[in-house]
């Protein structure tokens, strides 16, 4: 199949409508869309994705309302809206130990279950670590 050939998707990455070819992870979409990053940090520097492969965790993004999902781990659907910027209970932490715990409650950053999402070939995969 040529590239011509492949399925095309629409996404909105904040705020902005993105169409990609199908098998697109969400990091590669906000590359395309031209979105620098993909977080801020509790001090206010910028993040961005960096190993792809779902253990620095610093793609982090809100999908379909989700949050603290992993770009370079979830694939583009059609419809599906990211979005880059802290949402209203993001903003309410005051340190990192919220961050934590509330990465936690979305399936990141437990220290048991470090890394979980859904890989390129639409598979389930989990990093762990026993500790933490
Ligand atoms: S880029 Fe490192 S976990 Fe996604």
Redesign the pocket.
């Known amino acids: 199949m040529s590239n011509a050939d492949a399925a095309r998707l629409h996404l909105t990455i904040d705020g902005r409508s993105v169409e990609v070819e199908a098998g697109t992870t969400v ?1 590669a979409a906000l590359v395309i869309a031209g979105v620098g990053g993909t977080r801020t940090s509790v001090s206010g520097q910028p993040r961005a ?11 982090r993004v809100t999908i379909d309302g989700r949050l603290y999902a ?4 979830t694939l583009c659907r059609e419809g599906q809206v990211v979005c880059t910027t802290a949402t209203a209970s993001v903003a309410n932490v005051t340190d990192a130990t919220d961050v934590f715990n509330a990465a936690s409650e979305n399936g990141g950053m437990n220290g048991t279950n470090v ?1 979980r999402g859904t890989n390129a070939t639409g598979t389930t995969a989990t990093t762990t670590t026993g500790t933490r």
């Open positions: 990091a994705a960096l190993c792809g492969m779902g253990v620095c965790q610093e793609c992993l770009a370079c781990q890394g």
